[in-house]
Structure formats: structure tokens, C-alpha cells
């Protein structure tokens, strides 16, 4: 999911102006590669974990890293000409806050792109996505609706220039298979998806199989902002 796709591919052509750019939570620094390219020519990346810093660099040697956090980047103003957050931001305390983080580091007329994990508008469906996601991994924090991040983006001065939707199948076993999730955990995940509503059925296709879920699909936005 994290080395490839249309997603990707689309993520990194509209950052591809900038001469300088930033990739945030990089993980393995798959997003950050593919910055490079397509012709960023510099391309630095910040990860709240020095080991995933490391990690970034140590697979793509032209990569420059540092450790910092999000939601308090270490780099002053006005610096960066494009700044990428791809599949992390469900991750984060505060969103709000590193929105504002982007728009403080990126320099007049940047451009932000950003992908994430979205939850849909209707309550009780954006429930069911969050409540799977923290069980199957507690880091997750929340996924928030479109809207939501776009009033984020507004409230920090963006302007968004392009959104994107893509929907990606997860076949269950080896999503949990990911997480090494316990065996109390994934019972109840088992459960929740056994039980789950004729709308949530529907919305996230959950197909099933004789022994339980099969597969499911989640919904993920993309926005091209810019300050």
C-alpha cells in the first residue's frame, strides 16, 4: 500500500514544482522517493521515530532526515516549496495543529499534499471505520471526515486547489496479519464485522467468507492545498 499505486503516483506529480520539499511521518520513506522522482530535486524527511528516520535513509541514500514531531516541526518559516503527509495523519493527536505547522513552514505559494485514511460524514459509518482501525491498531487516533479537513485547511489560510478519492480492498487476514494483532483483539474484530449493519456492509463492501470477513474497502482523500 505504501510503496506504490495511482495514489502515489498522483501524490508526487503534484508536488513536483517545488525544488525543495518535505515529507512528514515518512515511515520507510516511500512518498519521499517518489518526490524525488518526479523531480523534486531535494527532498528532506521528519519522522517521530529515529529508527523509521533511519530506516527512510538507509533505502534511499539521497534522502535527509531528522527526528521531530508533527504537530511542532523543527524548521523555520517560509522554508519549503512543497510539503507531503501520506498516510499518517490518522496517527496524530492533533491534526489541526500540524496543518497549521505545514502552512507556517511552507513558503508563499507552496503547495501541501496530502493523503489520508477518511472517515465518511455519516456518524455512525465514521464510528464503525474507527472503532476496527483502534482495534486492530491502537496508534490509530481518528480518521475525520472530508469537510473536517477542509475546515482545517481553510481556518490555516490554504486554499484547496484539487481533491482526489481513491478506495482500497483489504483483505482481512493479512491486515491483521500487518499488526501481529492478539488473539482477544482480532476475535472482536471478527465480531464487529460479523455483526456489522446493512450500511456499513454496503459502504465498506465487506464481502465474507465461510470462516468470517474476507475483505472490506476504506475510503482515502487526497488534496492538493496551497498556502
Not at 482481512?172 to 482480532?186: G, K, T
Not at 475510503?219 to 496551497?226: D, E, I, N, T, Y
Request: aromatic share 10%.
Amino acid at each position: 500500500m505504501h510503496r506504490g499505486g495511482r495514489d502515489l503516483r498522483l501524490l508526487s506529480e503534484w508536488a513536483s514544482e517545488a525544488s525543495l520539499a518535505l515529507d512528514v511521518a515518512t515511515g520507510a520513506g516511500h512518498t519521499a522517493n517518489a518526490l524525488m522522482r518526479a523531480g523534486v530535486e531535494e527532498v528532506l524527511v521528519v519522522d517521530l521515530t529515529r529508527e523509521m528516520v533511519e530506516m527512510a535513509q538507509s533505502s534511499f541514500p539521497l534522502l535527509r532526515g531528522v527526528v521531530g514531531d508533527a504537530e511542532a516541526l523543527p524548521f523555520a518559516d517560509n522554508t519549503f516549496g512543497a510539503v507531503s503527509c501520506r498516510i499518517a495523519a490518522h496517527h496524530f493527536p492533533d491534526p489541526e495543529a500540524f496543518v497549521a505547522e505545514v502552512a507556517r513552514i511552507l513558503a508563499p505559494s507552496g503547495v501541501f499534499v496530502l493523503e489520508d485514511n477518511v472517515a465518511p460524514e455519516d456518524e455512525a459509518l465514521a464510528a464503525f471505520l474507527n472503532t476496527v482501525e483502534s482495534i486492530r491498531d491502537p496508534t490509530h487516533v481518528e480518521s475525520y471526515p472530508e469537510q473536517t479537513w477542509r475546515d482545517w485547511l481553510d481556518d490555516a489560510g490554504f486554499v484547496v486547489e484539487e481533491t482526489a478519492w481513491v478506495r482500497r480492498t483489504l483483505e482481512f487476514d493479512s491486515w491483521v496479519d500487518r499488526m501481529n494483532v492478539p488473539e482477544a483483539r482480532l476475535s472482536e474484530l471478527q465480531t464487529i464485522f460479523d455483526k456489522a449493519p446493512n450500511a456499513a456492509r454496503r459502504y465498506f463492501d465487506i464481502w465474507y467468507a465461510e470462516n468470517g470477513v474476507a475483505s472490506f474497502t476504506t475510503p482515502k482523500l487526497l488534496v492538493r492545498a496551497r498556502v
